[in-house]
């Protein structure tokens, strides 16, 4: 519209070729000679309908949803937005906010929306509950700093070392046996891309996986049992005893579960040569600084994803046939965050 009244300064005509009154040319041409041609693109505010719900009244909305529903009554966990409208339709006059009679559900999403508050919605943490997380996880990280060391060390020609072995363990439970009620149907050019599966299905009970990689091989050991109590974490570690040599010092890195510190475990220990085993706990909520979790993960979305099996044995052959390929082609995992912070 500017550019037109410039090549022809005529209301009139350029109204008539751009299809708008003659006013509205002149009124832009105005804009733009008062306040500039880029303000011109746009209309002056107008001052518009006075708000008729006040700041105090949006601040006692605002702080009534950042209370719990359950809070004020109501068997809800948490506000909807349409149930907080109707709330503060009902209290909102008797706490002094008569603007709040007429309030619907558009008008509470746009309040707390200017707040940037959503109490209709959970955003989970993780407390720290451990009061010797740092010096935990140094120790930790102390022992990461050792395979590389370690590792080092296996590279270069010379003296030996002492023979150790550093195991990163955990236990992964409640691995589903699920069977299928219709077979697979696999897919079909042209006609679906994907497998088919039926909806239903059977469950014939969970396993756990005790395993433990060796972060200096890359080797997996692994137990599948029903359960993860002591009796199977010392049988994991009648496992790791038989695997390497008498002379070699095995380190663990694991969590505090009680199976890892009991009764029955500390006395099995007691009955192996001193040294044979050290065990290197994880904080509190601090699984996060052990490999094997990355292991669990990747055998999760490779082996254990869409799984079917017709009975808890065949699960367990599939899980260790699993075990058994990934030792073919042994991963020798590597610690890095904040490595070099260790002691």
């Known amino acids: ?4 009244y410039r090549q022809k300064p005529s209301f009139f005509a350029v109204g008539q070729n751009l299809g708008q009154h ?71 006059p008797a706490a002094g906010h008569e603007c709040l009679a007429n309030l619907v559900q558009g008008t509470v999403c746009k309040i707390l929306g200017q707040e940037d508050i959503k109490p209709h919605k959970v955003r989970y943490y993780l407390e720290r509950r451990d009061a010797e997380f740092e ?8 022992v990461y700093r050792e395979v ?31 069977a299928t009620t219709a077979p697979d149907l696999p897919p079909k050019p042209g006609v679906h891309a994907t497998f088919a599966r039926d909806h239903e299905y059977k469950r ?22 029903d359960r993860h109590r002591s009796l199977e974490f010392i049988e994991f570690l009648k496992l790791l005893d038989a695997a390497y040599p008498v002379s070699t010092a095995i380190k663990l890195i694991l969590d505090n579960h009680s199976a890892h510190i009991s009764r029955e475990t500390r006395t099995w220990l007691a009955t192996r040569p001193p040294g044979r085993f050290k065990f290197t ?36 052959e599939r899980i260790m046939a699993g075990i058994e390929d990934v030792n073919r082609h042994p991963v020798i995992h590597t610690w890095s965050y904040k490595l070099a912070e260790a002691a």
């Open 281 to 316: 706990f994880t904080p509190t909520h601090g699984s996060w600084l052990n490999l094997v979790e990355g292991f669990f993960s990747k055998f999760a979305r490779s082996v254990l994803r869409h799984i079917r099996v017709a009975s808890k044995h065949e699960l367990k």
């Open 148 to 178: 590389q060391i370690l590792k080092k060390a296996a590279a270069k020609p010379g003296k030996p070392s002492k023979p150790v072995a550093i195991v990163s363990y955990d236990e992964k439970p409640g691995i589903q046996a699920i």
């Open 22 to 92: 003659h006013q509205t040319v002149q009124r832009c041409v105005e804009r733009a000679l008062a306040y500039g041609p880029l303000a011109a693109l746009d209309d002056r505010p107008r001052p518009g309908k006075e708000p008729t719900i006040t700041p105090e009244a949006k601040a006692w909305l605002v702080s009534l949803a950042c209370d719990k529903a359950r809070e004020h009554g109501y068997p809800h966990e948490l506000w909807t937005t349409r149930l907080l409208a109707r709330h503060a339709r009902e209290r909102g």
């Open 204 to 225: 014939h009970g969970t396993l756990s996986l005790l395993a433990g990689i060796d972060l200096l091989t890359g080797k997996v050991h692994a137990l599948v049992r």
């Open 135 to 142: 010096q935990k996880m140094a120790e930790v990280l102390c």
């Open 1 to 4: 519209m500017l550019l037109a």
